[in-house]
């Protein structure tokens, strides 16, 4: 059995529970198809082993320390608001800058839930790139880490090596992202199911910004993309998916736009990129042909998208999802 992929969660006092059992809960439903092998072995860490508090009425226990986050694939830092906000550029205690730079000088990957994105920014691992944090502090962030582009409206940022999430649950997000970095949309998707969440978010933290309440409406723009998302290879129109919900182009698109946070032509390009990365992940049919299949029409139309929405060419992604796994 091949050596499964360690996690290494590392929690300080005043964590938010939720952040440390989504972690787990989600990597830990990771399975092979074939045998149900976990494929991740995930463990909880602390700068001191032993009794850790939380910002409930309740404390979690941390059985590993330093060594466990050095020896570590992947390394994950959730939040604590307690401690996350008053770091400073190149001020983070000591230990834990020695802990993150062993983690890192070996090559692990390092990802923050929420304003765990504060710790790496102050490791001057954010230096450069680009990051989310909590909406709520995002303004804080970028005043105090000025060489951090600050993205405050997505759920998360893939940096590589550096990856940072949006408030608690876009965790879920971020992780859902890993795991099918790593192992494949199959993978990614089985866990969703699993864990009855769904694989991929629409829209960004933006739409959960406090906003003046509208009134309640019988009318919505749901049957419209479910028709869309099954005619993704067909040439759609925004008039032909407002005729689905009997709307003008104008009234649907401010509603669709309320409803997803994008537009309805960025919403089925996202479904188009989506659909386009399956099919590399999981046949070995030519980009034009996928191009045609998931809408793009050519395949330098279909590079494109690719280009502009993942930064990568459709080929180096097939590369990515299914060399590592040794799938042909």
């Known amino acids: 059995m091949a050596k499964s992929h360690s996690v290494a969660v590392l929690i300080r006092d005043g964590v938010l529970p939720m ?185 960004g933290q933006a739409q959960y910004i406090r906003r003046p309440v509208a009134e309640p409406r019988l009318t919505s723009t749901g049957r419209a993309r479910e028709w869309a998302q099954t005619r993704l290879s067909e040439p759609l129109t925004l008039a032909e998916m407002a005729a689905r919900e009997s709307m003008s182009i104008r009234t649907f698109s401010r509603r669709f736009r309320e409803e997803t946070g994008l537009t309805p032509m960025q919403w089925l390009t996202q479904r188009r990129v989506d659909r386009a990365r399956e099919l590399l992940e999981e046949t070995d049919r030519t980009v034009d042909r996928i191009a045609a299949e998931a809408g793009f029409g050519t395949g330098a139309s279909l590079r494109q998208h690719f280009q502009a929405g993942l930064g990568v060419s459709p080929g180096a992604y097939r590369m990515t999802f299914r060399g590592t796994r040794g799938a042909v």
């Open 19 to 203: 952040e440390l059992g989504l972690v787990h809960q989600l990597f830990g439903n990771a399975r092979t198809p074939t045998t149900g092998e976990p494929l991740y072995d995930l463990r909880t860490c602390a700068l001191t082993p032993g009794r850790i508090r939380t910002d409930a009425d309740f404390p979690v226990y941390a059985e590993h320390g330093p060594e466990a986050v050095a020896a570590a694939d992947t390394v994950i830092i959730p939040a604590s608001h307690e401690q996350d906000e008053s770091l400073r550029p190149g001020e983070l205690p000591p230990a834990l800058a020695r802990t993150l730079e062993s983690a890192t000088g070996a090559g692990a990957r390092i990802a923050s839930i929420c304003t765990g994105a504060f710790v790496l920014a102050a490791a001057g691992f954010l230096d450069g790139r680009r990051a989310t944090t909590h909406w709520l502090s995002a303004d804080l962030f970028a005043r105090t880490f000025p060489a951090v582009t600050v993205d405050p409206d997505v759920l998360y940022v893939d940096e590589g090596a550096v990856l940072t999430s949006a408030g608690e649950a876009a965790g879920i997000d971020l992780c859902l992202h890993m795991i099918r970095r790593d192992q494949g949309a199959a993978v990614a998707a089985d866990v969703a199911r699993r864990t009855v969440v769904p694989p991929h978010r629409e829209g």
